[in-house]
């Protein structure tokens, strides 16, 4: 049974960097997908950052140069480093994975795994 559980989300001042945290149990996948999803209220869950088996990344343009996807094999842990926040970046954000290839444009309903999300407020 795959988890995901977030943490690391809060409030910052513009301009200001937090880091997010995906901890992942159960995963026994081979090949993965993992991705950066927010969602703000009235709107759909937009990914904001792709994580590929080998380690490719894939970002939405409004976060390019600014955030960060990583992991850490050992810990099991994915990772969104953000930096230069805005007050435009302020929504829930969940982490998300599926076994297999990416499928692109990647889509909420291609991930199977969901964290329970982390609030991250920039003013």
């Known amino acids: 049974h795959v988890q995901l559980v977030e943490s690391g989300g809060g409030s910052v001042q513009a301009g200001g960097s937090l880091r997010l945290s995906c901890a992942a149990s159960g995963y026994t996948y081979s090949r993965y997908c993992m991705a950066w999803f927010r969602q703000t209220p009235g709107k759909e869950r937009e990914a904001v950052a792709v994580?590929?088996?080998?380690?490719?990344?894939v970002y939405a343009e409004s976060v390019k140069g600014r955030f960060t996807i990583s992991q850490d094999n050992a810990e099991n842990t994915l990772y969104l480093q953000m930096n230069s926040l805005k007050p435009e970046d302020t929504a829930m954000y969940y982490c998300?994975?599926?076994?297999?290839?990416?499928?692109?444009?990647?889509?909420?309903?291609?991930?199977?795994?969901w964290g329970q999300g982390t609030q991250v407020t920039v003013s």
């Open positions: 998300a994975a599926n076994g297999g290839a990416c499928v692109f444009p990647v889509r909420e309903r291609n991930f199977a795994y």
């Open positions: 994580l590929r088996t080998y380690g490719t990344t």
